[in-house]
């Protein structure tokens, strides 16, 4: 769904769900703009038992005079009504309260729970229902990044939604997180008003009951249920004691468990753990520092939810027992290989060749100067180069991006001067971190196709693996078991990981 595609409505009542927090405030304002400039008569609504009354949220709507109103349960809709659009939330879902409208449309984040309507548009696993708005935003090229009050409005909803931005994954969110037009002296203020007396209770006894695990230097602490955003300060604080480098804390919601992680140690990034304690049954990311996430009862265990008196706290212990066990697993069943320093084993490889597929290319030095550190974002995640000469990036079908030298690059592939295009969620781009140039790659890439005679040395993986690569020190590649370890026969110092999905479509056994 495009935001055009609501432009046949004249009266449009936006709705965000009870209890409204940061990101639906925000996501609901941007979407109310954007209509009242096509000359649409709209309103902002929320309903619930509760008046919005958190002071951080009280200091939003003041400041930035967001026309929210609010709409006792029972009543109806305010005004003449052709299309309820729903923001951050689903029509029918227990934590919004349901008016009449003839027509619903939906924008949301969150897992999607009923059937929706034709008129939606659910990014499940995005870090804030704002990256949504802001991008469908930009697509209609409204002028969303010069609106400085609305910018504000999306970056604390996206703040708020993702634990002070500690917990993104998504290269949107990340996208959004990078602008840089909104009120810093309001954010500041807003950071500064988010903790209440009984949540500095919770952050103290949080803190004395923790577990230590000595093998591994990392900490383990629960938390009573409170904002999502109080579990990071915590683990902030757990981080700093001299023994520990690794901490989760962890709090047991209505809703599911909500996590926080902490991380101090190069081999250990908190984004790949958050990530790798909800694969299944959740979300999490954030960065190499910081990260966090979220378990769904329902993902860990949806018969149990159908099964007469199993109730939310026994599927909260459940959920809990499950994260203990992966933050066990994930530090005993995990190898670590260095291009810097570990040769591989090549008596464990087999040779593969390369088959003839299509890529796409681009040099870096055409756009960037030499010795420039830039930032490659994709899908996957971010990795950080610095341009030398005859330096190419090398994007494959499914997006990813890798950094190859040009002897490499001539050896493996056949250059072309066609445009190169596929079909992905996120089209990589590529920033300077000196001075923010950006450049979408698959804009400036060629093709080029896979020699026939590249042949390379590979094993399947039967444990998890990180790899430090040769083309970013301070970060790791990623590979489960059933990935590929793959290693340039012309430079056995070179490898790295490849997803078996990936490696089936390009190699096959000599």
Known sequence: MKLRDLKTFQNIVIQCHDNPDADAIGSGYGLYLYFQSEGKNVRFIYSGKNRISKSNLVLLVDELQIP??????????????????MADCQYGEGNVTPFEAPQVAVIDHHQVAKELPPLSDVRSGMGSCATIV????????????????????????????TASLTEINRPLDRDL???????????????????????????????????????????????????????GLISDFALTVDSVDVVLIYSIMPFGVKFSVRSCRKEIEANDLAAYLA??????????????????????????????????????????????????????AMEHMDTAKDQPDLSQYKIYKKKQITEGFVKADELFRIGEEIQVRMETGDITVKVQPETYFVINIEGEVHPIMADAFHKSYEPGTDAFSIEIEYSPTVKSLVSGETYDLLACAK????????????????????????????GYMRGKVGDYLVVRMEDTT????????LFESYYSEV
Request: aromatic share 12%.
């Open 494 to 501: 070179d490898y790295y990981t490849v997803s078996k999905k």
């Open 279 to 332: 694969s299944g049954v959740g979300s999490g990311g954030g960065h190499r520092m910081k990260a966090g996430g979220l378990i769904q009862y329902e993902l860990v265990t949806g018969e149990m939810l159908e099964k007469e008196g199993y109730s939310k706290t026994k599927l909260g212990f459940k959920a809990v027992d499950l994260l203990r066990d992966r933050m066990d697993n994930y530090f005993h």
């Open 447 to 474: 093709t080029c196709t896979t020699s026939e005679n590249v042949r390379v040395y590979a094993r399947q993986l039967d444990k998890n693996i990180k790899v430090f690569t040769k083309w970013d020190e301070e």
């Open 177 to 231: 997180r990078d602008s840089s037009n909104y009120d810093k002296a309001l954010m500041n203020r807003l950071r500064n008003a988010n903790i209440t007396l009984d949540e500095l209770k919770i952050a103290g006894v949080s803190l004395l009951g923790y577990e230590y695990y000595e093998e591994f230097r990392y900490a383990i602490l629960h938390a009573d249920p409170c904002d999502p955003n109080i579990l």
């Open 68 to 85: 929210i109103e609010y709409v006792e349960p029972g009543k109806e809709l305010p005004g003449e009504t052709d299309l309820l659009l």
């Open 134 to 161: 802001w991008d469908l935003l930009k697509a209609e090229h409204y002028p969303v990044e010069q609106d400085k009050k609305l910018m504000t409005a999306l970056y604390y909803g996206l703040y708020m939604d």
